[in-house]
Nanobody
Framework: QVQLVESGGGLVQTGGSLRLSCAASGSIFSIAVMGWYRQAPGKPRELVARIFSGDVTYYLDSVKGRFTISRDNAQNTVFLQMNSLKPEDTAVYTC???????????????WGQGTQVTVSS
């Protein structure tokens, strides 16, 4: 019902930058939250960043000052600018959207396909 298309992952050296994009489409009346989780092999899933409809943001402590999340409401797209990348940032990054089909509940959580970010040392 809601499709999320992620792009921007890849291989980069330590200190490099990547910009992830996540575009939502489908049955969307409003979006409350957009963001990314990440998971590295053998590690627990982490909430990397999220942005609420009022543009309030959250960042994982380890990425503060390096990552910036933003959104284009007209395009239902969220961006994650990742600078000063470290090997510890290597993971599969999966975007999510919490949306509504109308002004009334329920909320729907949708997930992207995931994109690999690899940072070499």
């Amino acid at each position: 019902q809601v499709q999320l298309v992620e792009s921007g992952g890849g291989l980069v050296q330590t200190g490099g930058s990547l910009r992830l994009s996540c575009a939502a489409s489908g049955s969307i009346f409003s979006i409350a939250v957009m963001g990314w989780y990440r998971q590295a092999p053998g590690k627990p899933r982490e909430l990397v960043a999220r942005i609420f409809s009022g543009d309030v943001t959250y960042y994982l402590d380890s990425v503060k000052g390096r990552f910036t999340i933003s959104r284009d409401n007209a395009q239902n797209t969220v961006f994650l600018q990742m600078n000063s990348l470290k090997p510890e940032d290597t993971a599969v990054y999966t975007c999510f959207v919490i949306s509504r089909r109308s002004s009334a509940p329920p909320d729907f959580t949708s997930w992207g396909q995931g994109t690999q970010v690899t940072v070499s040392s």
